[in-house]
C-alpha cells in the first residue's frame, strides 16, 4: 500500500498539470478502504478444479498427499505439529508436498524452503514445497489443516480423498460473527476430519456429522526430559498469552494476584508473551518468548505450571509433564480427554477458586510429589510414533475406500 502511496505522490505533478487532480483523490480513497471482497473472496470461488484421469493412472506406485497450510510465521506451534505430521508421513512411504494458501510473505518456493528449514527443521527435500496453491497437482489425499485452506480444498477435484487435519474448534477463536460462521461452515463440506483428540472427534461427528477420527498427544524426546529442582523456593509458572483470549490471561492474573496475598513467599515466573506493559503488583519475572530449548529447564524449576485453556488442549500439558513438573489446567470436555486428576492439578474456571486450590497444593507438597510422579509416568508413555501410525492408517484407509468408489 505504502508503494502505491509513493508512486501516486510522484506523478501528482503530471496529474495536476493536466488538470487531472481529482484522479489522485480518487486513487487515494481507494487505497485507504478495506477490501472485504479481497481478504475474504475465496470463500465464495467454488469453481471446480477437475479430476484428472490420466494424472491419477501416472501417480499409482505409490500414495501422494497435498497439505494446504495457511500463512506462517515464526514458533507457530500449529505449524510445528502438521509439519510434525508431514514428515512422518514422508518417512512412512507416502509423497508429501506443502502448499501455502494466500500467503502475502513468501514470494518463491525457494525462500519458503529455507524459511521451513530454519525454523520448523523441514530438512528432507523429499518434501515438495510450494508458496502458492496455483497450479497444484494431482494428489490421492488432500488434506485442509486450518479452516481457511478448506475452501481451496472443497473445490479441489483432482484428488481421491479429502482430509481435514484439525487441531481446535477454529470458531472459538473469534467473537459470534461472520468469521466465526466461515469458520464453521468448514465443517460442512464432507472432508474426512483427522482430529487432535477425541473432545474434537466427538464434537464435530454429533454436532456436524462429519467422519471423523483422531490421534493423541506427545512430546519431543529430545527437548523436554525430567530434570530436579534445584531449590526450595515456592515458585509458580504462568502461560501468560494476552493477545490470545482463549489462554484466559486476566482470568489467571487475577488468581495469581488473589493467590499472591495468601503466600507471600512466592515467585511466579511469566512466559509466552512479554507482559512489561502491564501493572503485575507482585514479585514476579516476566521472561517473554524464550527459546524452546530453555524451557524444559524452566518448567522444572516451578512446583506448578498454570497453563489455561478454554479450548482444545495444546502440548503445553505433556511438555511440562516431561521435565518433571505439575501441571494446573481448567476443567472442561476439551482438556478432559487428556488431562485428569491423577497427573495434573484440575481448576475450577473461578480466579478466587483457582487461588484456593493454588494454595491447597504449594503447600501440600507431598500431593504435589505425587501428582509429578504420575504425570511423568502416563507422558513417558505416550509416543509421537505411534500416534502418526495412526494418522498414516487413517489416510491410507480413506484413500483406499474413496478410490473403490
Not at 481507494?30 to 491419477?56: A, H
Request: include cysteine; charge should be neutral.
Amino acid at each position: 500500500m505504502g508503494k502505491i502511496r509513493n508512486i501516486v505522490k510522484k506523478i501528482y505533478g503530471v496529474f495536476k498539470e493536466r488538470g487531472m487532480s481529482g484522479v489522485l483523490e480518487r486513487i487515494e480513497e481507494n487505497c485507504s478502504k478495506i477490501d472485504v471482497i479481497g481478504f475474504y473472496g475465496y470463500t465464495l470461488d467454488i469453481e471446480k478444479i477437475p479430476f484428472k484421469r490420466q494424472e491419477w493412472e501416472q501417480a499409482k506406485k505409490g500414495i501422494i498427499l497435498n497439505w494446504i497450510v495457511p500463512e506462517l510465521d515464526i514458533g507457530s506451534g500449529g505449524h510445528m505439529n502438521i509439519f510434525r505430521f508431514i514428515t512422518f508421513m514422508e518417512n512412512f512411504g507416502m509423497h508429501n508436498r506443502i502448499y501455502l494458501f494466500q500467503s502475502t510473505r513468501f514470494q518463491t518456493d525457494e525462500q519458503l524452503r529455507e524459511f521451513l528449514k530454519d525454523y520448523y527443521n523441514i530438512g528432507n527435500n523429499k518434501i515438495e514445497v510450494f508458496c502458492s496453491t496455483e497450479g497444484m497437482e494431482f494428489a490421492h489425499g488432500t488434506i485442509a489443516t486450518g479452516w481457511q485452506t478448506a475452501y481451496f480444498v472443497r473445490k479441489f477435484d483432482n484428488t481421491i480423498s479429502k482430509f481435514y487435519f484439525i487441531q481446535d474448534y477454529e470458531p472459538y477463536f473469534y467473537p459470534m460473527g461472520s468469521e466465526y460462521l466461515l469458520a464453521e461452515n468448514t465443517y460442512r463440506f464432507g472432508l474426512r476430519g483427522i482430529t487432535a483428540g477425541n473432545w474434537l472427534k466427538k464434537k464435530l461427528n454429533e454436532e456436524y456429522g462429519m467422519r471423523t477420527e483422531s490421534f493423541l498427544f506427545s512430546y519431543d524426546h529430545k527437548l523436554y526430559q525430567p530434570k530436579v529442582k534445584k531449590d526450595h523456593v515456592n515458585r509458580l509458572f504462568f502461560y501468560a498469552r494476552p493477545v490470545t483470549p482463549r489462554r484466559s490471561f486476566e482470568l489467571g492474573l487475577l488468581a495469581l494476584y488473589e493467590l499472591n496475598k495468601r503466600i507471600k513467599e512466592m515467585e511466579v515466573i511469566f512466559a509466552g508473551w512479554d507482559v512489561s506493559n502491564y501493572d503485575i503488583p507482585f514479585k514476579h519475572l516476566n521472561v517473554g518468548n524464550i527459546h524452546l530449548e530453555e524451557l524444559s529447564e524452566m518448567y522444572a524449576q516451578c512446583d506448578i505450571c498454570l497453563v489455561i485453556s478454554t479450548t482444545n488442549l495444546s502440548l503445553l500439558p505433556l511438555e511440562i509433564m516431561a521435565s518433571n513438573s505439575v501441571v494446573a489446567c481448567t476443567r472442561g470436555a476439551h482438556n478432559d480427554w487428556l488431562i485428569n486428576e491423577d497427573n495434573s492439578i484440575v481448576l475450577s474456571c473461578d480466579p478466587k477458586e483457582i487461588a484456593v486450590d493454588l494454595e491447597h497444593y504449594m503447600r501440600n507438597k507431598e500431593r504435589l510429589e505425587e501428582i509429578r510422579r504420575k504425570g511423568l509416568e502416563f507422558v513417558q508413555s505416550t509416543s509421537w510414533d505411534a500416534e502418526a501410525r495412526k494418522v498414516y492408517d487413517i489416510i491410507k484407509r480413506g484413500i483406499q475406500e474413496d478410490e473403490k468408489g
